[in-house]
Structures are given as C-alpha cells and as structure tokens.
C-alpha cells in the first residue's frame, strides 16, 4: 500500500460510526405501542454513562501500566496525574448528567419502568470494571441481593475481572509508596522527626487550653479532644497497632506505604514531591467523585421510587444508599489528613536532603 493510500479522505459520520451509535436507542415502550416520551432521555443518558465509563477505563489502564514498571520517573509521574485529573473531570460531568435525567418526573418513569425488567445498573460489565481496576476489595462490596457481584457476568467477563483485580490502582501505588526513598536519608528520621513535632504541638495546644479562661468543664473537654500520641498518632507511631488495625479490617495502605503518603502531604511543596503529592490528592479526588455520584445516584432513585424494589430486584435506594457509605477504595489517603501538623510545625529538613527534594542548578562562568 503506499503512503498516501494511508490518508485517504475520511467523513465525520463514518469516522464516529454514527450509523450504529444514533441507531442504539431502541425503545421497549415503542416496540409494544405504547411509546413512552421519557425513555429515550433515560436510554442516552445511560449509553452517556456507560460511553465515559470506557474513557474512564481507558485512563485508568493507562495509569494501572504506568505504575507496573519498576522505576516511575517525574514525567511518568506528570502523565499519571494529567490523566487521572482528567478521570475527575469526567466524573464531575457525570454528576451533573443526573440533573438532566432529573427532569424526568417519577410519573413519566412509571410509563416505562414495568418494560425495564429484570435490567439493572447492577449489570454493568464496565462500572465492575471501574471499581475493580481502582482496588474496591470483595469483602468491602454491599451484597446485592446476597449474589457475588460478578454474577450477572459471563465466564470471560468473569475472567476479565480477576485480571484486572491483579493490577489494580490501590496495590500498585502501595508499591510505589513503599519504595519512597526519603523515609531515612543520610542521618535524616523522618518518623523520630515528626514524632518530636507532634509532642511539642501537643503541649503547646495543652498550655494553651490551660492557661485560658475556658471553665473548667471546658478545658477538660478540649483536653480530651486534643489527644495524645496514644490516640489517633499511634497508627503512625506505633507499627504493631497499625498492624492490629490492618488485621481488622480497620486500614489497608501498608505502614511503610502510609508513613510515605505522611512524607509526600507534610512536605508538598518541596519540588520533587510536587508531583506525587498531586498523585495521591488526584486518586482521593477520584475515591471521594464515586462516592458523590453514588449518592446523586440514589437520591434520584428515592425521588423517582421512593421504596419501591429496584428492576432488577434490590432494595433500590437503601442498597446505592449503604454503598455510597461503604464502597470507598482510598480513605487511607483521607484519613492522612488526621496525621497532618501546621507547616509552622514541620521539622527542618537537613540542606542535603532539602537539596535532593528541590531543583538546584549550578551556573557557568
């Protein structure tokens, strides 16, 4: 073939195949004579949703590849973040869509529900694959209708499934995070570091507390908030009770991998953990979105059928509504925040190890 058969003329419509996308909204209600007004809204948002799924996907695998390789350099790092910045972009978008398939009223869903059976949102191949590839653990799934998710699928899809559970987003930026080369550097404790800083922010805030003129009532009441570093700052400090925890259930990002998200939150603004601090607010961002629009998702659901069974028979609303609660996949990422101290209470980095974390050039004479 020659180089210029390769660019021959292409037509918007055939290029975006047209034919078959604008041919795909076939309604139920229709085809019994019956045409139902509101069901072609409802059919395109949901091929809408199930369209950036793929994109979604398509990011998310991009990522997923990226971090399976042994050594992640500043400009992998800067495509990880673009893209996943982009995944939270679509999901915003998404958010929004609800608000248009809102302006259906649960009288015009009604005209076309009953044809709707026994489909649900439950069998969307591409949404399991969304929560697979990001981490979502089997033992933190919400059974629906106590069937394993995977059910609804075929024996390849199932098979795709555990596949993409073998690369997923949570375990590959656990790796990564562990191999964060910063935790002991040249004589440099960060743990012993920030341990020293919290006591002292501590016993600043104590004196504080005690010397106001709070009531005593008071006092006692700010005091028992404010902690120690038996409370809440014993998950850093202490290995074997993040461990216990770990065993629970309780948390999952390992302790090294945790101590390195510390790292890269307190000290952001060093040049080099720019870009992984964006990373990990990207993926909480992301955690956070589904979330959103899993609740969007079931308020619209209760709107539309207040406690009526879903289509495809759960409990409808309850069932989004405990899995906007429980499907969270990085809220060890949230949870840093607990851990996070003033910047005017960060230890000082020793100048080498500032040096390796900024950009330093040398001029020529």
């Known amino acids: 073939m020659s180089e210029d058969r390769k660019f021959i003329n292409v037509h918007y419509q055939s290029y975006l195949q047209l034919e078959k996308v604008l041919g795909a909204q076939e309604m139920r209600s229709a085809k019994l004579d019956k045409p139902a007004h509101d069901e072609m809204l409802f059919i395109i948002t949901h091929q809408a949703y199930e369209l950036w799924f793929k994109q979604i996907l398509h990011e998310l695998g991009s990522v997923s590849a990226l971090f399976k390789a042994e050594k992640i350099d500043e400009r992998t790092l800067g495509t990880a973040v673009s893209r996943l910045n982009r995944v939270v972009d679509i999901q915003n978008l998404i958010i929004d869509q609800i608000r248009i398939l809102e302006t259906m009223t649960p009288l015009d869903f009604l005209e076309f529900r009953n044809y709707l059976f026994p489909a649900s949102g439950f069998q969307s191949f591409q949404f399991r694959q969304v929560e697979v590839l990001l981490g979502l653990e089997d033992k933190k799934r919400i059974t629906y209708n106590k069937i394993a998710y995977d059910s609804p699928f075929d024996p390849a899809q199932q098979e795709e499934l555990k596949k993409t559970k073998e690369n997923n987003l949570f375990d590959l930026v656990e790796i990564w995070l562990e191999r964060t080369p910063f935790l002991q550097f040249q004589g440099f404790d960060f743990l012993s570091s920030y341990q020293s800083a919290v006591n002292r922010m501590i016993e600043k805030e104590r004196l504080r507390i005690e010397g106001s003129k709070l009531s005593s009532e008071d006092k006692e009441q700010r005091l028992k908030m404010l902690g120690n570093t038996d ?51 990207a993926l909480s961002e992301i955690d956070e979105l589904f979330t959103t629009w899993r609740y969007r998702h079931a308020q619209m659901v209760l709107r539309m059928l207040g406690k009526k069974i879903g289509t495809g028979g759960s409990s409808g609303h309850d069932y989004l509504q405990n899995t906007a609660l429980r499907h969270h996949i990085f809220s060890d990422l949230h949870n840093i925040s607990t851990l996070l101290i003033p910047r005017s209470e960060l230890p000082d980095l020793p100048e080498d190890v500032r040096k390796m974390l900024g950009f330093y050039y040398t001029s020529v004479n």
Do not use: C, W
Not at 246 to 259: I, N, P
């Open 231 to 281: 409370s809440y700052y014993e998950l850093i400090f202490n290995e074997e009770q993040h461990k216990k925890l770990m065993d629970e259930g309780q948390v999952r990002l390992s302790y090294k991998a945790t101590l390195a998200a510390l790292l890269i939150n307190l000290y952001r603004d060093e040049p080099i953990l720019h870009q992984p601090y964006r990373l990990l607010n």
